[in-house]
């Protein structure tokens, strides 16, 4: 934030952000040693899942992509989880029964989904996490055909993955439609995913969904048959599903149910102002801005709305948030990555070195002012 205006001499001035993920560390960087605020969340770490794919094939990796909270925020961080907010007390209750008051709420809470892409509720502590990772793991390395259910980033990442680490293994990526990762994509990118998959010895089921997945076994290795409404049958003994991101809206879905979507997103303005309420702002996954979901997009969110409330308490003027154009990396594997900025391909040698190579840890670890482990 530079040398620009300061609020830390407003005692009146609290800011609370729910949601130590991309966008919630990022405005709490932003604000500090410019305002008061407290960041909460359940867990003691931030757990980059950007790099959880690799969790999956390299040993150790997990403890590469969880990054504490506590030697970068200090008091600051409060770890706890967010139950209900009292908007015309301007509290939020926390599960333990504390409440902490606010003059700024800031809900970053983003979504959830399957491990390893997303936490399970209750997983808050380092050890869990790594725990929980070797198991899966174990499964990687014990199975012989895996098939890998939904072909977003995560799937399509994780399919790269395993081919890249483990050229024996026979991997399956099923996803519904044609187009892998994001509709934004052009025709090139996707030419070239498929080039990539394939020479990697991906096989891919597209345009097909899979009719049996709530009774597939999908935590441990087990023979199974993946059945699609196309009449395709593909036989498994490890299904790993990478579908059905949601909203997490656990922290307000009781308290703030009139300003939701159908979703669990929240209805925001461009200045990231949660409808019908005052003093309430949404940032990142859990916003209905109409854009694809990325991580460098919530942290244009959370750097914007940091310099909006010092402008708003210093008489200066806000700024509407604008999407930018489409802009996207996708590592596949160590040695293999692309990537698409506006309409054009980037240069497959600089996603490679950018993401491919660690997955960005190195980033993370550097912007919250610590020493990744070696």
């Keep these: ?22 966008a919630g560390i990022q405005l709490a960087k932003s604000l500090k040693n410019k305002a008061r605020f407290t960041l909460i969340d359940p867990k003691e770490m931030l757990y ?46 926390l599960s333990s029964g504390e409440t902490v008051k606010y003059s700024h709420l800031v809900l970053a809470t983003g979504s959830t989904g399957h491990f390893p892409w997303s936490l399970p509720d209750g997983m808050t502590t380092a050890a869990a996490v790594v725990e929980k990772s070797e198991e899966v793991l174990k499964q990687v390395k014990a199975a012989n055909k895996i098939v890998i259910i939904g072909g977003g980033a995560v799937g399509t990442e994780i399919a790269a993955e395993i081919t890249t680490d483990y050229k024996d293994k026979e991997v399956t990526l099923i996803h519904n439609r044609k187009i892998l990762v994001d509709g934004e994509s052009s025709d090139a990118f996707q030419k070239r995913l498929k080039e990539i998959l394939e020479m990697l010895g991906v096989k891919l089921v597209l345009g097909e969904r899979v009719t049996n997945l709530a009774e597939l076994p999908t935590n441990r290795v087990e023979t199974a048959t993946v059945m699609t409404d196309k009449g395709t049958e593909i036989s498994a003994d490890l299904v790993i599903p990478c579908t059905g991101l949601k909203v997490n809206s656990m922290a307000y879905k009781d308290s703030l149910a009139f300003s939701m979507e159908d979703n669990g997103s929240l209805k925001v303005n461009n200045f990231f102002e949660v409808q019908e309420t005052e003093g309430i702002y949404a940032i990142g996954d859990c916003t209905n801005i109409p854009e694809t979901k990325m991580t460098y997009r919530a942290g ?71 020493s990744a482990p070696s």
């Design 1 to 22: 934030m530079g040398s620009g205006p300061s609020l830390l001499h407003r005692e009146d001035i609290h800011v609370v952000i729910v949601g130590g993920g991309y």
């Design 48 to 93: 980059h899942n950007v790099g959880a794919v690799r969790s999956c094939t390299e040993p150790g990796f997990v403890k590469k992509i969880m990054i504490p909270y506590a030697p970068t925020f200090g008091e600051n961080f409060k770890q706890g989880t967010v139950t209900a907010i009292n908007a015309a007390e301007k509290t939020v209750l």
């Design 300 to 370: 244009m969110h959370a750097e914007l709305l940091a310099k909006n409330i010092l402008a708003q308490e210093t008489g200066g003027i806000k700024k509407e948030y604008k999407p930018d154009p489409f802009i996207m990396t996708l590592s596949l594997g160590r040695k293999a990555g692309m990537g698409q900025k506006g309409s054009s391909l980037l240069p497959e040698f600089m996603v490679r070195m950018l993401k491919s190579r660690d997955m960005m840890a190195w980033k993370v670890w550097r912007d919250m002012g610590q």
